[in-house]
């Protein structure tokens, strides 16, 4: 008796099932989308600023150390790529003046934050632009 060659219907059957079940597995994959910062330092005071930006994560790790002198005026902007989960923190220092932010990264995919220096405070915003 000659082995049983299935139909194309049948063929085509298989190759969705197998298809899906590829699907479904890459679905189950435990690995996520790293978060970031997009970052803006305005300095409005009437001198330049020396400001320093750190960006730690949950486990202490620092994604970003950097010092960068910002004119009187001018804004700098930073983006950071962070972990995929947890707390990270956002420290903008400069010779007199300090800044934080902090958000959750199981929870935003992309955050936004802004430092405003001037001549007599700090001001700081952020928020979640991509939620996960």
């Not at 197998?18 to 989308?33: E, Y």
């Not at 950071?80 to 956002?90: A, Q, T, Y």
């Amino acid at each position: 008796m000659p082995p049983h060659t299935p139909s194309g219907s049948t063929r085509r059957t298989l190759l969705l099932g197998g298809a899906a079940l590829a699907s479904a597995l890459a679905g189950c994959s435990s690995t996520r989308d790293p978060g970031r910062l997009d970052l803006t330092v305005s300095n409005d005071t009437a001198d330049p600023v020396d400001a320093r930006v750190t960006v730690t994560g949950p486990d202490g790790e620092t994604y970003e150390e950097e010092t960068d002198r910002i004119d009187a005026g001018v804004a700098r902007a930073f983006e950071v790529v962070v972990g995929e989960s947890g707390r990270h923190e956002l420290t903008v220092t400069g010779d007199d003046w300090s800044g934080s932010l902090a958000w959750n990264a199981d929870d935003c995919l992309l955050y936004d934050g802004q430092v405003r220096v001037t001549e007599t405070a700090v001001e700081t915003a952020g928020e979640c632009i991509d939620s996960r």
